[in-house]
């Protein structure tokens, strides 16, 4: 094997370093490489059981889980959780949970729950397991959610089996926002209901209150036989709304899951498969994916960005989630950012309510801009420290003699010699 010179050793060490760093100071910049590579193996298996979307026809409700997590899951670190909180936990804001309910009672949320009607008791879990990624407490074994002092409104906005409706929903955000709900999370993804679902989201921009909502369903439709038979992209309510936030998942390995439903639009990725969260009852563990996952890191992050800069209104909170994401294929949630940015008097200009869905393949400006930066100034800094060690030690073999220079005619050196 070739022996590497040793001056480029010095440089390919340099260069590396230099990625770790803007690695480090950017998470989502991890996030959203991971996000762009080619779909790889699997997860492997996790012995966490699964949590439902919709309970099957005679299905019992959802039980405590046996499992307790022992370590905190990928998505800790993929979103940059532990540095975000040094900014912001969540105090003070109300995110309401329009979904199958959350279970009031549930040790990670305890104290932190207000229901409307029946919807502090949650038979499938999935809205329960939503709230304890927005809201779980921090002390937990998975690190919680992310947003891990806001306060959750628990709105049904299904059946007790799961199945949601555009009138169920519709009612749910309006409900959610006439009691102070100052970010609104919506666990369906329904394929009618547009006009009805548009003039509920339209009363909660009125009211300041943030829509977020997944981007596509969390499951494939399947055939008579009981086959996956995953639809062509549409577009599914409320997300396709304009001032909703659309989010799509994506999972260890970047990619989506193979069986996933297709996405017609979204305005951001985030963390949405292989996620770790709470049920509806003990202090056990669930496993799930799905775009519904990751819309409910996204509502965290609104929730953070809404405490830590209060005067921002609801369209400038949506607005900086995009603008602040990490560029991708789909621009990746960067909760640091969204919640660091420095708000001015342009930035902070609300923008119509259209520019907020983003076409398919396209970063927002600003997020294209930042990386722009960061990867010029990276290297700027490789190229510089390169150079050096290239041209240093060549210096000094010559003595430090320009190019081309006649060795015989130096002037001789001065002896110090008695």
């Given at each position: 094997m070739r022996r590497v010179p040793r001056r480029l050793r010095a440089v390919a060490s340099v260069a590396a370093a230099t990625a770790s760093l803007l690695v480090s100071a950017f998470p989502g910049a991890a996030a959203a490489t991971a996000y762009e590579r080619p779909p790889g193996a699997a997860p492997g298996p996790v012995g966490l059981p699964v949590i439902p979307s919709v309970l099957a026809s005679g299905r019992s409700c959802t039980g405590a889980s046996p499992t307790p997590a022992h370590a905190q899951p990928w998505t800790m670190s993929a979103l940059g959780v532990a540095r975000v909180r040094e900014l912001s936990d969540g105090t003070g804001v109300t995110v309401g949970v329009v979904d199958t309910g959350v279970a009031a009672n549930v040790p990670a949320l305890a104290g932190r729950v207000t229901a409307v009607a029946d919807a502090g008791q949650d038979c499938v879990g999935h809205g329960s397991f939503a709230a304890g990624l927005i809201a779980g407490r921090a002390e937990d074994a998975t690190g919680g959610g992310i947003a891990p002092q806001a306060r959750i409104l628990a709105v049904r906005g299904t059946g007790k089996n799961g199945v949601a409706s555009p009138g169920t929903v519709a009612a749910g955000i309006r409900a959610a926002v006439d009691r102070g709900a100052g970010v609104v999370y919506v666990g369906a993804?329904?394929?009618?209901?547009?006009?009805?679902?548009?003039?509920?989201?339209?009363?909660?921009?009125?009211?300041?209150?943030?829509?977020?909502?997944?981007?596509?369903?969390?499951?494939?439709?399947?055939?008579?036989?009981?086959?996956?038979?995953?639809?062509?992209?549409?577009?599914?309510?409320?997300?396709?709304?304009?001032?909703?936030?659309?989010?799509?998942?994506?999972?260890?390995?970047?990619?989506?899951?193979?069986?996933?439903?297709?996405?017609?639009?979204?305005?951001?990725?985030?963390?949405?498969?292989?996620?770790?969260?709470?049920?509806?009852?003990?202090?056990?563990?669930?496993?799930?994916?799905?775009?519904?996952?990751?819309?409910?890191?996204?509502?965290?992050?609104?929730?953070?960005v809404r405490?830590?800069?209060?005067?921002?209104?609801?369209?400038?909170?949506?607005?900086?989630?995009?603008?602040?994401?990490?560029?991708?294929?789909?621009?990746?949630?960067?909760?640091?950012?969204?919640?660091?940015?420095?708000?001015?008097?342009?930035?902070?200009?609300?923008?119509?309510?259209?520019?907020?869905?983003?076409?398919?393949?396209?970063?927002?400006?600003?997020?294209?801009?930042?990386?722009?930066?960061?990867?010029?100034?990276?290297?700027?800094?490789?190229?510089?420290?390169?150079?050096?060690?290239?041209?240093?030690?060549?210096?000094?073999?010559?003595?430090?003699?320009?190019?081309?220079?006649?060795?015989?005619?130096e002037r001789p050196k001065v002896s110090t010699s008695a």
């Amino acid at each position: 094997m070739r022996r590497v010179p040793r001056r480029l050793r010095a440089v390919a060490s340099v260069a590396a370093a230099t990625a770790s760093l803007l690695v480090s100071a950017f998470p989502g910049a991890a996030a959203a490489t991971a996000y762009e590579r080619p779909p790889g193996a699997a997860p492997g298996p996790v012995g966490l059981p699964v949590i439902p979307s919709v309970l099957a026809s005679g299905r019992s409700c959802t039980g405590a889980s046996p499992t307790p997590a022992h370590a905190q899951p990928w998505t800790m670190s993929a979103l940059g959780v532990a540095r975000v909180r040094e900014l912001s936990d969540g105090t003070g804001v109300t995110v309401g949970v329009v979904d199958t309910g959350v279970a009031a009672n549930v040790p990670a949320l305890a104290g932190r729950v207000t229901a409307v009607a029946d919807a502090g008791q949650d038979c499938v879990g999935h809205g329960s397991f939503a709230a304890g990624l927005i809201a779980g407490r921090a002390e937990d074994a998975t690190g919680g959610g992310i947003a891990p002092q806001a306060r959750i409104l628990a709105v049904r906005g299904t059946g007790k089996n799961g199945v949601a409706s555009p009138g169920t929903v519709a009612a749910g955000i309006r409900a959610a926002v006439d009691r102070g709900a100052g970010v609104v999370y919506v666990g369906a993804a329904l394929t009618e209901g547009r006009a009805e679902l548009t003039a509920a989201v339209a009363y909660a921009t009125r009211k300041d209150a943030v829509v977020v909502a997944p981007a596509a369903p969390d499951a494939v439709p399947t055939t008579v036989g009981g086959t996956p038979s995953a639809p062509p992209a549409r577009p599914y309510f409320p997300a396709f709304i304009p001032q909703v936030v659309a989010v799509e998942d994506f999972g260890p390995d970047g990619s989506r899951p193979q069986e996933a439903p297709n996405v017609f639009a979204a305005d951001l990725a985030a963390p949405g498969d292989a996620v770790v969260s709470i049920g509806p009852k003990g202090a056990g563990n669930y496993i799930g994916s799905g775009s519904s996952l990751a819309a409910a890191f996204v509502a965290g992050t609104a929730a953070l960005v809404r405490a830590y800069q209060p005067r921002l209104t609801a369209a400038e909170v949506a607005n900086r989630l995009v603008a602040s994401a990490y560029p991708a294929t789909k621009p990746v949630l960067d909760p640091y950012a969204a919640v660091a940015a420095v708000s001015s008097p342009a930035a902070a200009r609300p923008t119509p309510a259209a520019a907020m869905r983003l076409p398919a393949r396209t970063a927002s400006h600003a997020a294209r801009t930042r990386a722009l930066v960061v990867a010029s100034v990276g290297g700027g800094l490789v190229a510089l420290v390169a150079g050096a060690a290239v041209i240093v030690p060549l210096g000094r073999a010559r003595g430090w003699r320009p190019a081309g220079g006649d060795p015989s005619k130096e002037r001789p050196k001065v002896s110090t010699s008695a």
